[in-house]
């Protein structure tokens, strides 16, 4: 199984900030690799074609950049002419809107597809083990959704 995690900066960003925010996701990408066995690549969101050939042979999409959020909302992540496989998974770390253009083009295409709702669930509920020593109620974890 193959995960493709689409990172970087788009637009306007200063080629510091770019390799600086791909770093971080190779970081994540390493961490992915080391706990899972998975094979993944990160792929900066400026390169069409390696997005594309990537994507053609992946099995997971994992969206990291900021398109789809905030000031970029409707905006899609993956440039033009990349179509999507329906047989991909994809999870997009934006949560606001509850259907970011990424979700909605996946579904349109026949993908699975989760917005970044539950990574943020979860990182609340690692958060409150960590502040109170205790599990968050799965009351309280679930409402998050």
Same mark, same amino acid.
């Given at each position: 199984m193959k995960v493709v995690i689409v990172g970087g900066v788009a637009g306007g960003a200063t080629? %510091?900030?770019?390799? #600086?925010?791909? *770093? /971080?996701?190779?970081?994540?990408?390493?961490?992915?690799?080391?706990?899972?066995?998975?094979?993944?690549?990160?792929?900066?969101? %400026?390169?069409?074609? #390696?997005?594309? *050939? /990537?994507?053609?042979?992946?099995?997971?999409?994992?969206?990291?950049?900021?398109?789809g959020m905030g000031p970029k909302e409707g905006q899609p992540p993956l440039p033009g002419g990349i179509e999507l496989d329906p047989r991909i998974s994809v999870m997009d770390a934006i949560y606001?809107?509850?259907?970011?253009?990424?979700?909605?083009?996946s579904k349109q295409a026949g993908a699975r597809a989760a917005n970044g709702r539950a990574m943020l669930a979860c990182q609340g509920a690692r958060s409150f083990r960590r502040f109170t020593g205790r599990d968050m109620p799965e009351s309280v974890f679930r409402s998050l959704f």
């Open positions: 080629a %510091a900030a770019r390799i #600086r925010r791909l *770093d /971080e996701h190779a970081e994540f990408a390493g961490k992915i690799k080391e706990n899972t066995g998975l094979e993944c690549e990160v792929i900066d969101i %400026a390169d069409k074609k #390696r997005l594309a *050939d /990537e994507l053609s042979q992946g099995d997971v999409l994992l969206n990291m950049t900021d398109v606001k809107p509850d259907e970011p253009e990424l979700i909605r083009q």
